[in-house]
């Protein structure tokens, strides 16, 4: 049986501009990814996403430690066949969990179960259970994603050798043209991060705290699950185990090969203390949740979905 909502999905275009490697643009690739929706995906560098964003640049901005050039920004467009050719009737959201809360309420499979085809909600339809998905959700938007990023800056532009920084920019993470720019002038790159995010030895102790405290917190909340399902909430993968998985993946060293939509240095680039931090919290329930989150529900790219590209095919 075919919904309404399946039928939309065909007369609709989906294009995702992101920072390739952002932890915060994968979970909204992951969403996607989840619920199969076919999508163009445009990649850019940091810096360089100012030129691919300019067009899409928002009046308001996503959150703290965001420009209006924030990514990810999606962009839902009618097909042909229901297009207003008078109007631009294109949806555009420019937060990551604005884009979760988007597809599932479009492409989740009804409560009643009667479509079979469509991916189970990440959200509840109990509303008690949904507050506490969303609970969880923003906890981790600003408790994890932050830290993680510092972490992993410091980690890469501070500590890390240059040509770890220049790899970045590379394995298919943008055009070939940013590319080659990111590697002309990443120390002009990695400079700019250090300032914009106050990246120091300090600033990231900070967030090693926090994250570790965090981890702690997570995994009593796994552990006193009563579904013994070892999920955050109730007895199925959420949006909240979605969430903490796509942004705490990056400290926690999953790649490219492991999952993860877009590709990361190893962690044996990393220096020592940077390893241990990572096989730390690899060892927490919290840690072990989010390679299991990986392992069993990171779906791969729905068949349809291309890489999109501006400037002849080289940005
Ligand atoms: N709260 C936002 C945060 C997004 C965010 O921090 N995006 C970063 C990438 S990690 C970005 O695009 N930064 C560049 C900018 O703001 O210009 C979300 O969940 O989408």
């Not at 599932?104 to 499979?109: H, I, L, M, P, V």
């Not at 050798?161 to 990111?182: D, F, I, M, T």
């Not at 400290?251 to 990361?264: F, Q, R």
């Amino acid at each position: 049986m075919t919904t309404q909502k399946q039928e939309q999905r065909h007369g609709l275009r989906f294009s995702l501009r992101n920072i390739a490697f952002s932890h915060f643009c994968e979970k909204a690739r992951w969403t996607l990814d989840y619920y199969g929706v076919p999508y163009v995906e445009y990649r850019s560098l940091p810096w360089m996403h100012i030129i691919s964003m300019f067009r899409h640049r928002a009046t308001i901005v996503a959150g703290p430690e965001c420009s209006p050039f924030s990514t990810p920004f999606l962009t839902c467009t009618p097909g042909d066949s229901t297009a207003d050719a008078t109007g631009d009737r294109t949806i555009k959201l420019n937060d990551s969990t604005d884009i979760l809360g988007f597809i599932s309420d479009q492409f989740a499979a009804p409560s009643d179960n009667s479509t079979i085809d469509a991916s189970v909600n990440l959200y509840s339809d109990d509303a008690a259970t949904k507050a506490k998905i969303l609970a969880l959700e923003e906890r981790f938007d600003l408790m994890i994603g932050p830290h993680v990023r510092r972490i992993a800056y410091y980690e890469i532009f501070v500590k890390a050798p240059r040509s770890v920084q220049r790899e970045l920019g590379h394995h298919n993470n943008a055009g070939k043209l940013q590319s080659w720019l990111w590697s002309m002038f990443v120390p002009l790159w990695g400079w700019l991060i250090i300032k914009f995010f106050n990246i120091n030895e300090v600033s990231a102790a900070r967030s090693m705290d926090i994250l570790k405290r965090e981890f702690e917190h997570i995994s009593q909340v796994l552990e006193s699950n009563s579904t013994g399902s070892g999920y955050l909430v109730g007895s199925q993968f959420t949006a909240a185990d979605l969430t903490l998985a796509s942004l705490a993946s990056i400290v926690l060293g999953v790649t490219h090969k492991e999952g993860y939509g877009a590709w990361l240095p190893p962690m044996t680039v990393m220096r020592p203390e940077g390893q241990a931090f990572c096989k730390e919290l690899r060892q927490t329930t919290a840690g072990k949740h989010v390679l299991r989150c990986y392992q069993q529900h990171r779906g791969e790219k729905p068949p349809g979905s291309s890489y999109g590209y501006m400037f002849f095919g080289l940005w």
